[in-house]
């Protein structure tokens, strides 16, 4: 197995399109890891949405996410133009380190103006859906900003 290589690279956990994690694989980490957070390790999600993008493979979009982040982050594309990143052991200084380096892989492609949404598990947070509700929210500021990182 390559150093890029995802431990999990089977057919029904692995989006098709970009070879990244599918929805399914997104969110059963996800629950599990929501769950370790709440025993004190940190966990943050990244969200981000496209923008309609001509002559850019969904492949080509995936390589240089996975390319970009750690092995240990479950990069994901949730359909659409839509993807997640679950960056376990990290805070959101960490993550705002991580979504930079996503920012500067895709304007390497021309992707300029993309909003990354970032949320950090709180006690509060009763179940997975409050991080990714704050991690959404935190997304369309940024969109709405006209691109850049929003943090909750």
Known sequence: MSHRTPALSHPSVVDADSGLANHLHFELVLHYLFHGAD???????????????????????GEKIRSSTRLTDVSAHLGGR???????????????????????ALEALG????????????????DPADLLKAADSAMNAAQAAGGGVEMV
Request: charge should be neutral; avoid cysteine.
């Open 39 to 61: 025993r004190g390790v940190p966990l943050t999600v990244a969200t981000f949405q496209l923008p309609d993008v001509e002559g850019i493979a969904v492949k080509e979009l």
């Open 82 to 104: 839509r993807f997640s990143l679950l960056l376990l052991g990290t805070t959101l200084p960490g993550a705002r380190i991580a979504v930079d380096r996503v920012e500067m």
């Open 111 to 126: 992707l300029e103006g993309v909003g990354f949404g970032l949320a950090q598990y709180r006690t509060e947070m009763k």
